[in-house]
T-cell receptor
């Protein structure tokens, strides 16, 4: 089967750094996406990795290891507005996105 | 219209009723998708369409049907609603003509309650 695993919930402090992990097993691999979803809103795109390594975009970075079926999203200088769910999704051999259940990130002052 | 719109925003429906959720995009994306999102579960694909005139079944298609008469519109129909179809429904689209990269853009969602 295909599955994406990520922690259900994480808590971090404003101004700190947090790493959200994602492991996957899918039929084929055509890239991994991270999306952010605030409560009651639609998911919005954060990052895309298709090659091994780190992609940096401002305060957010995403890492991929294809051999390990592993990715992480790194959020630096956390702000209260970063409180949201973070969704990991893998594009499989049919170019369909397989979604994890999401990690709810709670930021405390 | 900018991006993807969905209607209605929310709906309360009696079990057994027929309901169509509307989705329209103005980005000329060839691919469109319907997902449902339930607490504790990831987004689950109901149906998809890779191009106008074609549709396919996703992970949870039972009880739902779709049509894709043109590029912009992708309605989702519940023929006879049941309480287990209570969920938040998201429509999404992507431009899958460019190879591997298929970022999906989401509509604002429809919150459906079936009583």
């Amino acid at each position: 089967g295909q599955n994406i695993d990520q922690p259900t919930e994480m808590t971090a402090t404003e101004g700190a750094i947090v790493q959200i992990n994602c492991t996957y097993q899918t039929s084929g691999f055509n890239g991994l996406f991270w999306y952010q979803q605030h409560a009651g809103e639609a998911p919005t795109f954060l990052s895309y990795n298709v090659l091994d390594g780190l992609e940096e975009k401002g305060r957010f970075s995403s890492f991929l290891s294809r051999s390990k079926g592993y990715s992480y999203l790194l959020l630096k200088e956390l702000q209260m507005k970063d409180s949201a769910s973070y969704l990991c999704a893998v594009s499989n051999s049919n170019y369909q996105l397989i979604w994890g259940a999401g990690t709810k990130l709670i930021i405390k002052p | 219209i900018a991006g993807i719109t969905q209607a209605p925003t929310s709906q309360i429906l009696a079990a057994g009723r027929r309901m169509t959720l509307r989705c329209t995009q103005d980005m000329r994306h060839n691919a469109m998708y319907w997902y449902r999102q339930d607490l504790g579960l990831g987004l689950r694909l109901i149906h998809y369409s890779n191009t106008a005139g074609t549709t396919g079944k996703g992970e949870v298609p039972d009880g739902y049907s779709v049509s894709r008469a043109n590029t912009d519109d992708f309605p989702l129909t519940l023929a006879s609603a049941v309480p287990s179809q209570t969920s938040v429904y998201f429509c999404a689209s992507s431009d899958s003509s460019g190879g591997d990269y298929n970022e999906q853009f989401f509509g604002p969602g429809t919150r459906l309650t079936v009583l």
